[in-house]
């Protein structure tokens, strides 16, 4: 056992004590803690250890408020106050930028949070168990509600517990939950004869199901749920990408319309299902969306059908695959690797006016931001949005403008 006093936090919800120069993460600690640690995976310059004991506890800690808290990973930060976690997560962003993206002089940016229940969750199924993973493993970890998950997901999960399986051989996959007042959709790769009979089983509780089998995807049901976004209905189906937070969202959004407002042409990357695409068409003269996955096209499509929307497009097709029209704004809201290099040369030889950058991983994001730097954008402003509470998870938006 060695003591430790914990000095940081690390991006991915790890306490950071440093003894004689060698560097300790240690999971479920907080600053200012005094703990005793065991060295769990030890590598050459540091180790993830283990916490064994809270011998003084630091003033940001509070108890958490999900019994599974510890042994569940679906969070990491409960055991901290929230308005704690939101500074740790501005100190975290600063650091990273300022290490990966080396701006030395930045500042702690605006951060907007909200501990909104999730209206989306994706629980993991295993030998008759449902739940999320267990901390740092692929193992099960059974649960009988999530505390970060709304009432209509919870209630959910509660009648899918309920339904009787004979084998668990079966019983295998994910499930995914889509919940807003009292409509509910699922998607699950369950074996489908399994998926048919747990729809069944749900019964009116459930207004569709979306059964993915490899190549093949069965719709029942209804297909699609709707989402405002400043509004403007967005039509999600469970088993493609959307944000969990409506409320963060919105104020997400709104920021991206407002720096946008008036212009000619916008181009949105990664659009998914128009989250961002459909509301920018409401203050922007044409709005095209570059999407790869057909089933968010297929989404946003319908979205701007059903509204009349007529001044948007969507093209499917991978965003440094696509054939690009000059614009005078780019909307980026890539998956947590970021940018390639290759899209970021389109994006210069377009020279757009102003980047709108959204990032779930600030790490990658110092990195693109510090290429469009270098090809000659400056950063008009920097604010983050706490999507994810009671996580490590944070998003965050840089909107950018030619020099």
């Known amino acids: 056992m060695t003591l430790a006093r914990i000095e940081s936090m690390a991006y991915g919800g790890h306490g950071v004590a440093r003894i ?15 703990v005793e640690i065991e060295p769990a995976l030890r590598k050459k310059r540091y180790s993830f250890s283990r916490l064994v004991r809270v011998v003084e506890p630091s003033p940001l800690r509070t108890s958490p408020f999900c019994p599974y808290y510890g042994e569940c990973g679906g969070c990491q930060l409960q055991h901290i106050h929230y308005p704690e976690q939101l500074k740790l997560k501005q100190k975290i962003f600063v650091e990273q930028m300022k290490r990966i993206g080396r701006w030395p002089g930045l500042s702690e940016p605006e951060i907007y949070g909200s501990e909104t229940k999730r209206i989306r969750m994706r629980f993991r199924v295993r030998k008759g168990r449902v739940g999320l993973y267990k901390a740092r493993t692929h193992e099960v970890y059974p649960i009988d509600e999530c505390g970060i998950a709304s009432a209509g997901v919870n209630r959910l999960l509660g009648l899918i517990r309920e339904f009787p399986v004979r084998g668990t051989r079966e019983w295998r996959g994910e499930l995914t939950v889509l919940a807003r007042s009292n409509e509910i959709l699922i998607s699950t790769d369950l074996h489908e004869p399994l998926a048919r009979n747990l729809y069944d089983h749900l019964g ?10 490899q190549r093949r995807r069965i719709v029942l049901g209804q297909p699609y749920l709707a989402v405002p976004v400043r509004n403007v209905k967005i039509y999600q189906a469970p088993d493609v990408f959307g944000q969990v937070n409506p409320e963060v969202n919105e104020v997400l959004v709104d ?26 068409a409401k203050v922007c003269k044409e709005v095209i969306g570059i999407e790869r996955d057909m089933h968010s096209i297929d ?28 614009a005078e704004g780019v909307v980026l809201d890539p998956p947590r690797a970021g940018l390639p290099a290759q899209l970021v040369r389109k994006i210069e030889a377009l020279r757009p006016r102003k980047i709108a950058y959204v990032s779930c991983n600030p790490s990658t994001l110092a990195r693109d931001i510090l290429r469009f730097k270098e090809i000659g954008y400056s950063i008009r402003s920097i604010r983050l949005f706490d999507m994810f509470p009671h996580t490590y998870h944070m998003e965050s938006l840089v909107l950018s403008e030619g020099i």
């Open 299 to 326: 989404a946003a499509r319908y979205s701007a059908s059903m509204q009349g929307i007529r001044n948007v497009r969507f093209i499917d097709s991978g965003a440094v695959d696509a054939d690009m029209e000059q």
């Open 204 to 213: 009116r509780e459930v207004q569709g199901c979306i059964i993915r089998r």
């Open 255 to 280: 920021e991206i319309c407002q720096f946008m407002r008036g212009m000619e042409t916008v181009l949105d990357l990664y659009c998914g299902c128009g989250n961002i695409t459909l509301p920018l």
């Open 20 to 34: 004689d120069g060698f560097v300790h993460f240690v999971p479920l600690s907080a600053p200012g803690d005094l």
